[in-house]
Nanobody
Framework: QVQLVESGGGLVQPGGSLRLSCVVS????????MSWYRQAPGKERELVAT????????NSADSVKGRFTISRDNAKNTVYLQMNNLKPEDTAVYYC??????????WGQGTQVTVSS
């Protein structure tokens, strides 16, 4: 059974930091590119950051460059999103995604991140 379980969300003040984790099971983690997406109320889901299966290449949205870092530990079947200098506009539900093909594309249930004073 495929499972992606996110954790680490919560309420943080502007300028603060959070680290999201996504632990996966039910498939071969090291064969999948992993991404973090987010969806704010009333907005479409957007890609935040992506990391290749080996972790050699990462990419992130312009809005989070220099503040967010994606990483993975294939030995722990876990992908992370380190978020620094958080802003109110980062408030959203954050989703973990595993992608290998159109037929192997999995999502977590999401974790809420709220940035507010």
């Amino acid at each position: 059974q495929v499972q992606l379980v996110e954790s680490g969300g919560g309420l943080v003040q502007p300028g603060g930091s959070l680290r999201l984790s996504c632990v996966v099971s039910g498939f071969t983690f090291s064969r999948y590119a992993m991404s973090w997406y987010r969806q704010a109320p009333g907005k479409e889901r957007e890609l935040v950051a992506t990391i290749t299966s080996t972790g050699g290449i990462t990419n992130s949205a312009d809005s989070v460059k220099g503040r967010f870092t994606i990483s993975r530990d294939n030995a722990k079947n876990t992908v992370y999103l380190q978020m620094n200098n958080l802003k109110p506009e980062d408030t959203a539900v954050y989703y973990c995604n595993a992608y290998r093909s159109a037929f192997a594309n999995y999502w977590g249930q999401g974790t809420q991140v709220t940035v507010s004073s």
